[in-house]
């Protein structure tokens, strides 16, 4: 039985099925694995997690009990969940991702979504199903008195079913996405819109990143369930959850430790190779509608058009990884992206001067390269929970100027030193672009140094302490 459980989506790990039929087993991604992998291992955390592919379902089966560590993987403690793919799939994408995280990010298109009926409903049993699924892993798992910590949109149902599976534990749910404010949270079926409330508020202590987003969920329990919120907490129907903010950062010695090793140094060659010693203009993202990309390329072609003294001189890194592509919006967002960077392209290439080079391929150690050169780092979503890569960046680049949209999270921490910007406004974007390139360096390596503090301000140990100890 274990004292301390971590539950989330995604793991630390995930399984590739080789063309020979052996299992590949490889590093997790997104961040809220980067954050919390190595803590838990080091710490003897229980993480429950469940099946994505079919490589983890194949991992799955052949683990007592779907505990991995315990088959001889070297994945820390952790237990997989093998979900019904059906329910999975319903869950996942049609609720958690085309549903909860389209409301919190404020993405629909409104006069043509959400459109909630039959289906919906069919939809959200699935997603019940899915998080009574963590509830009894959790209760199974779990040691008397324990400390249980649920992550995120996928998870909000859940600490209320464990609640009423296992009253003797103490409960925290983390929220990794903004949150709505109760206007737009409200376009959620009522009675939706209840049960995630509800469910969050099962939990002993809600975490959120940062103050505006635990506001918002403190006015929609208000609003929509008519509970009292009195300072950091919320009364309903007789229990207390209290509200904290626990600003995720970055470990920065682990992190540059990674960004030495000899795949990341060939990476640094091959890029340098390929731009030459002009300045870098770098951005590291996943596809997703969120991260704004396409109007991030528009401020690079609008900077281009409007200073042509840095024709030939400077080199847009964009780096756009595949995100959710079994949902058509993302597959049209990532050819959209294509499609406005081929045109940069062809607008302003030369024979010697490639002005844009965007890859699709997620690459790890090339990205911890393109960080270490980036002589701007570029981080405009029009809503972010957080943003770990405005923090990672100045840690690995000495001189990095950070252009970042007030949207972010991390603008509430890193606001004062980046040059802030409206993630709608591509005109604002591209003057900041400039602004950043031709920064007095003194104050460009200032204002590095206090991004670099303020980004190892609460690096992933001490912010699963911080939790731990509000419980």
């Not at 203009?281 to 840095?310: C, M, Q």
């Amino acid at each position: 039985m274990n004292s301390v459980l971590v539950a989330s989506n995604r793991g630390p790990v995930s399984f590739t099925v080789s063309d020979e039929g052996a299992l590949i087993m490889k590093r997790g991604g997104g961040g809220l694995v980067s954050g919390l992998s190595g803590v838990t291992k080091s710490n003897g955390v229980l993480w429950v997690c469940a099946a994505l592919s079919d490589g983890d379902r194949s991992a799955v089966r052949q683990a007592p009990g779907g505990r991995l560590d315990q088959a001889g993987y070297d994945t820390g403690a952790l237990r997989m969940l093998d979900i019904p793919p059906a329910t999975f799939h319903r869950a996942y994408n049609a609720v958690a991702n085309s549903t909860l995280w389209f409301v919190n990010h404020l993405l629909y298109d409104i006069p043509n979504a959400p459109l909630f009926g039959t289906r919906f409903e069919r939809e959200w049993e699935s997603y019940r199903d899915y998080n009574g699924a963590f509830a009894l892993a959790l209760a199974e798992e779990a040691g008397h008195e324990a400390r249980v910590m649920v992550q995120d949109y996928h998870l909000t149902l859940t600490p209320a079913m464990l609640r009423a599976e296992r009253p003797d534990l103490r409960i925290a749910h983390f929220s990794h996405t903004p949150w709505a404010p109760p206007e737009y949270f409200s376009l959620l079926p009522d009675e939706v819109a209840r049960e995630v409330l509800e469910g969050i508020l099962g939990a002993d202590h809600a975490g959120f990143l940062t103050e505006r987003w635990a506001q918002a969920f403190a006015d929609c329990c208000r609003h929509l369930l008519g509970a009292e919120v009195s300072g950091r907490s919320v009364v309903y129907e007789g229990r207390t959850t209290d509200i904290g903010v626990h600003s995720l950062g970055v470990d920065g010695d682990s992190l540059w430790q990674r960004a030495c090793e000899p795949d990341v140094e060939s990476h640094m060659t091959a890029l340098r190779e390929q731009t030459g010693n002009r300045r870098l203009i770098v951005r590291i993202d996943r596809t997703e509608l969120s991260k704004n990309i396409v109007r991030g390329l528009l401020a690079y072609r609008e900077f281009l058009a409007a200073h042509p003294e840095w024709h030939g001189r400077v080199v847009h890194l964009a780096f756009a990884y595949p995100s959710r592509h079994d949902l058509p919006e993302y597959r049209e967002y990532t050819a959209a992206v294509q499609r406005c960077a081929k045109e940069i392209e062809d607008e302003y290439g030369t024979e010697d001067w490639d002005p844009l080079i965007l890859n699709v391929n997620d690459d790890y150690p090339r990205s911890l390269a393109a960080y270490r050169l980036a002589d701007v780092l570029l981080v405009n979503p029009i809503r972010d929970g957080m943003n770990l890569v405005a923090k990672e960046g100045p840690i690995l680049s000495e001189r990095c100027a950070l252009v970042l949209s007030r949207e972010a999270g991390a603008a509430a921490e890193l606001g004062g030193d980046a040059i802030v910007v409206n993630p709608y406004d591509v005109g604002e974007t591209a003057r900041a672009l400039h602004s950043a390139l031709v920064m007095d360096e003194d104050e460009r390596l200032r204002r590095a140094a206090n991004l670099r503090r303020a980004a190892t301000a609460l690096p992933p140990d001490k912010w699963l302490s911080s939790q731990l100890d509000a419980l």
